[in-house]
């Protein structure tokens, strides 16, 4: 009776699960105060096209605008913004777009070597829109100053060129009238870091203070989801750790977030793109997060006041990184001297386990140039490493088979004395040489490089629009379900029916080969166990479903491999073989 109570409550709290996750993958993934810079930065942007006022924004897995009529409206107002005579180009390496001179902003930014989607006509992912576009996301350098004339951003500025590349800088200038001249001198590396020179020549005569300042202004309407194994929002390292905690639901509530320590680098970030502003250095500026109204935010980067003598010219050099977050490149600016530049990526407290580990499948992939085979590839190197503990385990599985009559006794001697028949049950296990977790061991270490390989597929940018197969994304969920097939003549899944309808290919057979790992597994278990054990396959297979599908190619790999491991051990230890025929022909003997 007991045994049944337990077998409901495990079937109750599984069906729970397998209905409560898609509202928890719903639930989870789905003015301010005066400043100095407020004084020279731009207007407060319109709201878009098509976003009503007061209804939710909805965010993408990789983030841009999800609301059609918005993204309309960003194309026309990008046309007309990019049609405008007064910009720069950029033609860097990896990076394009232009400076707009009417401020001496970078607005315009787009990476040559990422697109917009997984499709062949797909044009490249655009990270920086102009102010006042739906999708807007920019960087502006300048000065703030009392009782001076400073330029703002409405200042149309002069170039000593037409473009900026990776050889040739860009020197915007600007005279105040006063005596005063102000230049930016831009350049580029052949990655994605712009350094940003800012200089003050005083011709006036007399002393003026002024401070420099950098800024990055975005929306939140094309933030990715803020997902609890990959931050969105405000980053930043200060003092000597990185901050993940702040959100723009946060910067809401608080208007303005100033985070204490040293500022090493802050931006914005997205699950792939980062925007951060980079400061001198050996300095200290004040760095300040603020909800600018309207789903608008930006990051402040102030520097100290500088005195400039009549006379005298004053220099300051930041930096601003704006592309995409692939962890090689991340890690080749840390060693350079950028502090804790890698942990852009929110790889969190096993990131020594998951670095190598896309290290490697980085490596596999250059080999054999396919991430889908290189995961397959991953997982035998993985299991093969694996192999000599699931060997020890068997024999341990063997062992306790070979014990079993023996247990039988102890508990029907002791069946009124719990205690004592666990003391007599660890004595025999004791004198027999038996560890009765050693046939756990594999499965528990195969947990962190689990849920390593997870976070790699999340956050590895490499893994992005990568095929396999049927798969055209293997950082996504398999695209061969039944809500797909549907959507293509016209009908749309409710999202309460998805736990239904989007199991793809790979769930199912995550399920099936899950079930005959299980099926095979020799080790003792009680009817409750058991019981459990065969439905958790058809549980996991609904709740996997809308995994990334290379974790799903992992772990079918890697249960196919169980399967093939497990028949060899059979041959190597007969006994056990024998043992579940006979558990089988028992089975088949009382339900006949």
Request: one cysteine or more; proline letters at 6%.
């Given at each position: 009776?007991?045994?049944?109570?337990?077998?409901?409550?495990?079937?109750?709290?599984?069906?729970?699960l397998l209905i409560g996750w898609d509202y928890a993958m719903q639930y989870f993934?789905?003015?301010?105060?005066?400043?100095?810079?407020?004084?020279?930065?731009?207007?407060?942007?319109?709201?878009?096209?098509?976003?009503?006022?007061?209804?939710?924004?909805?965010?993408?897995?990789?983030?841009?605008?999800?609301?059609?009529?918005?993204?309309?409206?960003?194309?026309?107002?990008?046309?007309?913004?990019?049609?405008?005579?007064?910009?720069?180009?950029?033609?860097?390496?990896?990076?394009?777009?232009?400076?707009?001179?009417?401020?001496?902003?970078?607005?315009?930014?787009?990476?040559?070597?990422?697109?917009?989607?997984?499709?062949?006509?797909?044009?490249?992912?655009?990270?920086?829109?102009?102010?006042?576009?739906?999708?807007?996301?920019?960087?502006?350098?300048?000065?703030?100053?009392?009782?001076?004339?400073?330029?703002?951003?409405?200042?149309?500025?002069?170039?000593?060129?037409?473009?900026?590349?990776?050889?040739?800088?860009?020197?915007?200038?600007?005279?105040?009238?006063?005596?005063?001249?102000?230049?930016?001198?831009?350049?580029?590396?052949?990655?994605?870091?712009?350094?940003?020179?800012?200089?003050?020549?005083?011709?006036?005569?007399?002393?003026?203070?002024?401070?420099?300042?950098?800024?990055?202004?975005?929306?939140?309407?094309?933030?990715?989801?803020?997902?609890?194994?990959?931050?969105?929002?405000?980053?930043?390292?200060?003092?000597?750790?990185?901050?993940?905690?702040?959100?723009?639901?946060?910067?809401?509530?608080?208007?303005?977030?100033?985070?204490?320590?040293?500022?090493?680098?802050?931006?914005?970030?997205?699950?792939?793109?980062?925007?951060?502003?980079?400061?001198?250095?050996?300095t200290a500026p004040d760095t300040t997060f603020r909800a600018m109204g309207n789903?608008?935010?930006?990051?402040?980067?102030?520097?100290?006041?500088?005195?400039?003598?009549?006379?005298?010219?004053?220099?300051?050099?930041?930096?601003?990184?704006?592309?995409?977050?692939?962890?090689?490149?991340?890690?080749?600016?840390?060693?350079?001297?950028?502090?804790?530049?890698?942990?852009?990526?929110?790889?969190?407290?096993?990131?020594?386990?998951?670095?190598?580990?896309?290290?490697?499948?980085?490596?596999?992939?250059?080999?054999?140039?396919?991430?889908?085979?290189?995961?397959?590839?991953?997982?035998?190197?993985?299991?093969?490493?694996?192999?000599?503990?699931?060997q020890k385990g068997f024999a341990s599985m063997a062992s306790m088979k070979a014990?079993?009559?023996?247990?039988?006794?102890?508990?029907?001697?002791?069946?009124?004395?719990?205690?004592?028949?666990?003391?007599?049950?660890?004595?025999?296990?004791?004198?027999?040489?038996?560890?009765?977790?050693?046939?756990?061991?594999?499965?528990?270490?195969?947990?962190?490089?689990?849920?390593?390989?997870?976070?790699?597929?999340?956050?590895?940018?490499?893994?992005?629009?990568?095929?396999?197969?049927?798969?055209?994304?293997?950082?996504?969920?398999?695209?061969?379900?039944?809500?797909?097939?549907?959507?293509?003549?016209?009908?749309?899944?409710?999202?309460?029916?998805?736990?239904?309808?989007?199991?793809?290919?790979?769930?199912?057979?995550?399920?099936?080969?899950?079930?005959?790992?299980?099926?095979?597994?020799?080790?003792?278990?009680?009817?409750?166990?058991?019981?459990?054990?065969?439905?958790?396959?058809?549980?996991?297979?609904?709740?996997?479903?809308?995994?990334?599908?290379?974790?799903?190619?992992?772990?079918?790999?890697?249960?196919?491999?169980?399967?093939?491991?497990?028949?060899?051990?059979?041959?190597?230890?007969?006994?056990?073989?024998?043992?579940?025929?006979?558990?089988?022909?028992?089975?088949?003997?009382?339900?006949?």
């Open positions: 009776m007991e045994n049944q109570r337990n077998l409901i409550l495990a079937i109750a709290l599984s069906f729970l993934y789905p003015q301010p105060e005066e400043s100095l810079v407020e004084q020279v930065t731009n207007a407060p942007p319109a709201s878009p096209s098509g976003q009503q006022d007061g209804a939710a924004t909805q965010h993408s897995r990789n983030g841009g605008l999800v609301d059609p009529v918005a993204q309309a409206q960003e194309q026309a107002d990008i046309k007309v913004a990019l049609a405008s005579p007064d910009r720069i180009a950029i033609d860097a390496p990896r990076v394009a777009g232009s400076i707009n001179l009417r401020g001496g902003v970078v607005d315009d930014v787009v990476l040559k070597d990422h697109t917009e989607t997984s499709q062949k006509d797909s044009g490249p992912i655009r990270i920086f829109s102009p102010n006042g576009t739906p999708a807007q996301q920019f960087a502006q350098f300048g000065w703030v100053g009392a009782n001076l004339k400073v330029p703002g951003p409405q200042t149309l500025w002069t170039a000593d060129g037409d473009s900026l590349t990776a050889d040739t800088p860009v020197t915007l200038t600007h005279d105040n009238g006063e005596g005063l001249t102000f230049t930016i001198r831009y350049a580029i590396d052949d990655q994605y870091m712009i350094t940003a020179e800012q200089s003050v020549a005083n011709r006036s005569g007399a002393p003026v203070v002024v401070q420099p300042f950098g800024l990055v202004n975005r929306t939140s309407r094309t933030a990715s989801q803020d997902l609890w194994i990959a931050h969105s929002g405000p980053i930043g390292v200060f003092g000597d750790s990185a901050d993940y905690d702040v959100d723009y639901s946060d910067l809401d509530e608080n208007a303005r977030v100033t985070p204490e320590g040293r500022t090493r680098w802050a931006g914005f970030t997205d699950i792939y793109w980062l925007a951060a502003l980079v400061p001198q250095d050996g789903e608008t935010y930006r990051a402040d980067m102030i520097y100290e006041p500088v005195t400039v003598p009549a006379g005298s010219i004053t220099s300051t050099s930041s930096r601003l990184f704006a592309g995409a977050k692939e962890s090689a490149i991340l890690d080749t600016y840390e060693n350079a001297g950028l502090e804790k530049f890698g942990l852009a990526i929110d790889w969190g407290w096993f990131r020594w386990f998951e670095k190598p580990m896309l290290w490697l499948l980085r490596t596999l992939f250059d080999a054999v140039g396919n991430f889908g085979v290189a995961i397959i590839l991953l997982t035998v190197i993985v299991r093969g490493l694996m192999f000599p503990i699931a014990i079993q009559p023996k247990m039988k006794e102890v508990q029907e001697k002791h069946k009124d004395d719990k205690q004592r028949q666990q003391q007599e049950i660890m004595a025999l296990y004791k004198k027999e040489g038996v560890n009765p977790v050693a046939g756990c061991l594999p499965m528990l270490l195969q947990i962190p490089v689990f849920f390593a390989l997870y976070k790699v597929l999340v956050l590895g940018i490499e893994m992005r629009h990568q095929k396999f197969a049927w798969i055209t994304d293997l950082s996504a969920p398999d695209p061969a379900n039944l809500a797909n097939a549907l959507s293509l003549v016209g009908i749309q899944v409710p999202g309460w029916l998805m736990f239904i309808f989007g199991l793809g290919v790979l769930a199912v057979l995550l399920g099936v080969t899950m079930w005959l790992t299980f099926k095979l597994n020799p080790s003792a278990m009680d009817p409750v166990q058991k019981q459990v054990f065969a439905i958790m396959p058809w549980i996991l297979m609904f709740v996997m479903a809308p995994f990334a599908a290379g974790l799903l190619l992992y772990w079918v790999t890697s249960n196919i491999l169980t399967l093939a491991q497990q028949k060899y051990l059979y041959s190597k230890h007969p006994q056990l073989k024998a043992a579940a025929e006979a558990e089988k022909a028992e089975k088949a003997k009382v339900a006949g």
